[in-house]
T-cell receptor, first 116, second 115 residues
Framework: AQSVTQLGSHVSVSEGALVLLRCNYS??????LFWYVQYPNQGLQLLLK??????LVKGINGFEAEFKKSETSFHLTKPSAHMSDAAEYFC??????????????FGKGTKLSVKP | NAGVTQTPKFQVLKTGQSMTLQCAQD?????MYWYRQDPGMGLRLIYY???????DKGEVPNGYNVSRLNKREFSLRLESAAPSQTSVYFC??????????????FGPGTRLTVL
């Protein structure tokens, strides 16, 4: 079964520093990949998605992610953290084929803190 | 466009009580989902409806039932609430249940406490 691993349940960076949130998936066939953000007491909002076009995907709020098949990774980055980036981030994967295998599988999330 | 709406936003139940969480979407999506979110567990799928008229179990269906009332609405029912069902519940919808159109849109959530 498909799975996704997010390394680090908590990441803390200083304002202006690089943000790197890690995500690895388990499928041997490249899946569709998503990053979601959840601000406190809100639902999840899509940041960006990989659907087999460009391997470097740009999302909202200055975030981007690079799909690396050889490393089965889809890490999320932002060059310069802002206080407003403090939130929880979820990586999710969807198989290319139908049925229950197509359901999104979420990682356990990484909480990002930004220090002034 | 309201997107995905959920009611109620908050609910406190006593053990053994029943309740229904309501969800509606106005994006003409085919697929709808119910998740629960617990600290350190990420999101876990309870039930989903790939299309109107169909429902299927997800990862954690025990203690829940669902109804896909029409294309817009998908409700989640707790028949006899238990403290283990204390959680935040999210409804989501997507154009299709798999593949590149499985981008899911989430509602604001329902915070449920079972005493």
């Amino acid at each position: 079964a498909q799975s996704v691993t997010q390394l680090g349940s908590h990441v803390s960076v200083s304002e202006g520093a690089l943000v790197l949130l890690r995500c690895n998936y388990s499928s041997s066939v490249p899946p569709y990949l998503f990053w979601y953000v959840q601000y406190p007491n809100q639902g999840l909002q899509l940041l960006l998605k990989y659907t087999s076009a460009a391997t470097l995907v740009k999302g909202i709020n200055g975030f981007e992610a690079e799909f690396k098949k050889s490393e089965t990774s889809f890490h999320l980055t932002k060059p310069s953290a802002h206080m407003s980036d403090a939130a929880e981030y979820f990586c999710a994967v969807s198989d290319r084929y139908g049925g229950s295998q197509g359901n999104l599988i979420f990682g356990k999330g990484t909480k990002l803190s930004v220090k002034p | 466009n309201a997107g995905v709406t959920q009611t109620p936003k908050f609910q406190v139940l006593k053990t053994g009580q029943s309740m229904t969480l309501q969800c509606a979407q106005d994006m003409n999506h085919n697929s709808m989902y119910w998740y629960r979110q617990d600290p350190g567990m990420g999101l876990r799928l309870i039930y989903y409806s790939a299309s109107e008229g169909t429902t299927d179990k997800g990862e954690v269906p025990n203690g829940y039932n669902v109804s896909r009332l029409n294309k817009r609405e998908f409700s989640l029912r707790l028949e006899s609430a238990a403290p283990s069902q204390t959680s935040v519940y999210f409804c989501a919808s997507s154009e299709e249940a798999s593949g590149r159109y499985n981008e899911q849109f989430f509602g604001p959530g329902t915070r449920l406490t079972v005493l």
